[in-house]
């Protein structure tokens, strides 16, 4: 009876083998017919798989093609054009890679390959499309087109941080990316102006990172305690402390023009609170999570924030939402679980709250005039 069983064992054990065998044969290569959705596909079909027109793409393709093409066509190199579509029905879905390397009839590994490769090359137009004001003419229109929401003067830009969600980058400090709503992600600070256009965006800070302490670190802090903005500036939310540039609402307005200040400086600042609604609606990968390596997920945000500046000043229209888009939740619960606000309060190295004289300032010499002229 026992020789019977151990047969029996014998050959399970060495089918097991023969599997493992057979999985480690390479397998033959095989090229399939490359699909061309930008000529096979109509102008709507287009612009729901893939979040732009063809319009669009061409005008994306025409900034970095140099970047993308090989030096030659052997091995059956992909095209530009098929590389960006590739990328972008990434950025459309989220949906894993292999999913868009069988939309593009490509194998996995070739997919993954061209994702990060267009995703850097787009990422690196980042100085030439996402800036605040770099001169004097800039700045004023900038002002302009705040002043024209709701009269906040010499505002250049509104500050927000959201969340974008990411898997778990693994090791010892991984709870550091888990954020305040228990998942992981990439706490992502961003300044737009008025026109619904990311001005600054900062990409690498872990999810459980407040928003101040990310402000405290960046390089804008820094050039606007320099006054290289002259005089200008930031709008934020509870979740900052008030600085000579950056002014948030106040906490419990009495006066006039307190609640006059606090009612214009929300509605002002309301910019950067519909952008992130905006954004993750044109790339849904940022709203259903990015489910790559952590050294991949930064460069994706900032490529589609790049993205995002040159379709809009191209002009090109916001797409619809996709109905065969498979998603866990309605769009509003998605937005939101990207929205985590903590509210600040900064004290100084004797535990006293530090003043708010710049804000004062601001309410007394200004906010408070406009109540007397329009009593």
Known sequence: MNAIIEAALNIVFESDDEEENLERVPRPRFIRDRLEHFTDMDDKDFIRRFRFTKR????????????LEYPSDKN???????????CMRYYATG????????????????????????TRAIASLYRQFVYLPRTEQESLETQA???????????????????????????????YYRNRKSYFSLNVQAI????????????????????????????QRAKFEANDYRNTFLLGDGAYACRTYLMPPM????????????ESQIRTRNPVERIF???????????????VSLENCMPIIIATAVLFNI?????????????????????????????????????????????????????????KTLVELHP
Request: aromatic fraction near 10%; charged fraction near 25%; charge should be neutral.
């Open 56 to 67: 669009g793409c061409l005008h994306v393709l025409e900034l970095i093609e140099e970047r």
């Open 76 to 86: 059956y190199a992909v095209s530009p054009i098929n590389q960006l579509l590739l």
């Open 95 to 118: 949906y894993t890679q292999i999913c868009a390397s069988d939309f593009n009839a490509l194998s996995e590994a070739t997919a993954h390959r061209i994702i990060h490769r267009v």
């Open 145 to 175: 087109g705040f002043y024209s929401i709701a009269r906040f003067p010499r505002v250049i830009g509104a500050m927000d941080c959201t969340h974008v969600k990411i898997r778990s980058p693994g090791g010892q400090y991984a709870e």
């Open 192 to 219: 737009c102006n008025s026109k619904l256009e990311f001005s600054d965006v900062v990409a690498r800070w872990p999810g459980s990172v407040f928003d101040q302490t990310i402000f405290d670190s960046c390089r």
């Open 251 to 262: 906490d419990n307005p009495v006066e006039p023009e307190e609640i006059l200040y606090n």
């Open 277 to 291: 609604g905006v954004w993750k609606r044109r790339f849904p990968v940022l709203a259903l999570g990015i489910n």
């Open 311 to 367: 379709l809009r000043r191209a002009n090109d229209p916001q797409p619809g939402d996709d109905p065969a888009l498979r998603l866990p939740a309605p769009w509003e619960a998605l937005i939101e679980r990207g929205q985590i606000m903590r509210p600040y309060v900064e004290h100084n190295r004797n535990g006293r709250r530090l003043t708010d004289l710049p804000r004062r300032q601001l309410i007394n010499d200004y906010f």
